[in-house]
Each structure stands twice: as C-alpha cells, then as structure tokens.
C-alpha cells in the first residue's frame, strides 16, 4: 500500500527523509507541471517555474512556522504556490489582470450543471489533432476561465479547493468553468469541429 502525502509529509518534516519528498514530486509534477504549461505555454518558462515552486516548497517546509497546516491538502497548498509563482511572471509579462468575481446572471446554483472533472473524457479528444486544437484554444479563453478548467482538468482538484486556491467563491468558480466550456464549444462550432462540438454537449454532469 502507497503511503499518503501527509505520512511522506511527516517524512519528510520529522526525519528529513529525501525520499520521501521525492516520492511526493514525482506523483504529482505531471498534475503541476501540465498546470504552469497550461498557464504560460512556454517549456522552458514552465520548467523554470516548476523549480521555482518546489524551490519555495521546499523553503517553506524547512521553516516549519505554519506555512503548510492544511492536513491532507498538501497538493492544494503546493498548487497555490504554483499559482503565485504562474501569475507573477505572468504579471511581469504584463499577461495576467486581476479579475472581478462574476457569478452566473440568472443567479443560479451550479452544482448540478458542471462537467466531470475530466471533461475531454470522449475517446475522440484524445487524437493527437483534437488535443492540439483543444491546447491551442484554450490559450484564447480569459485567463480566469482558463485557469479554472486547467485546474480541474490538470489536478482534479475539487471545485471547492479550487475556490479556496483561487480566493473566489464555489459558485463562481463553477461559474468560470461552466463559461470556458461554453466558450469552447463555440469556438467547435465556428471552427467546425462538428465532432468536437457534439461531444461537449454530451460530457457528463458531476458537481464539485
């Protein structure tokens, strides 16, 4: 049986076992890595910002002064400094606006109206053609639209730790997702990618 990430955590912190903190990277660098390459589509920006994150993982364990306290959420916390470390550069790049909350116009609930947490589940999305096309235009979503389902599709996390990552509330983190899917099957449509665009209206419904 696998050991969890707080007892590779605890590893880690009580008996500086490096093996520990190894075993935690790599089970997770895929999930953060395709994050950060989502954000900034550039390999060697998101390498640099990956061994900027685990540099400050790594610093911020090692001062032990309450920097990780979330028990059982330390991919969150690892994300959250992902994040800071994507949106700093991004800010630096004069890429990334801070955004206001917006929530759905009619006010609704959405916890019965979001996609799996893996909504390109269709087979056919993972044509090597489709993929492209999909990593192509998620680019052109806005940034917190995009940044919501890289979240969800690249970690899994929940909506409500994304909600708590982000600083925004559920709904509106729902909210965002439910329009970057919107958005993106619109631009199937005007793209023609029929196929593509049937297949969104069909991804399963799972709330959060």
Request: charged residues 35%; glycine residues 4%; aromatic residues 8%.
């Amino acid at each position: 049986m696998q050991p969890s990430d707080e007892e590779l955590v605890k590893a880690y912190l009580e008996e500086n076992d490096q093996q520990a903190f190894r075993t935690l990277v790599e089970r997770h660098q895929e999930k953060i890595f395709g994050y950060l390459m989502g954000m900034v589509k550039n390999r060697a920006v998101a390498n640099d910002l990956f061994q900027e994150t685990f540099l400050r993982v790594v610093s911020a364990m090692q001062e032990r002064r309450g920097s990780y306290t979330h028990q059982g959420q330390w991919l969150s916390w690892v994300m959250r400094i992902a994040r800071n470390a994507a949106i700093d550069h991004m800010r630096k790049q004069k890429k990334w606006a801070d955004v206001s909350n917006e929530d759905d116009e009619e006010g609704r609930d959405f916890w019965d109206t979001v996609p799996d947490s893996r909504p390109f589940a269709d087979e056919d999305l993972h044509h090597e053609e489709q993929k492209e096309w999909l990593e192509e235009h998620i680019q052109e979503l806005p940034p917190e639209q995009r940044e919501v389902l890289l979240l969800r599709q690249e970690t899994d996390l929940t909506f409500r730790e994304i909600s708590e990552l982000t600083d925004v509330s559920i709904n509106t983190a729902l909210g965002r997702m439910r329009y970057a899917l919107k958005n993106l099957r619109k631009m199937m449509e005007e793209s023609g990618k029929t196929s593509l665009a049937e297949s969104a209206d069909s991804w399963p419904e799972k709330g959060p």
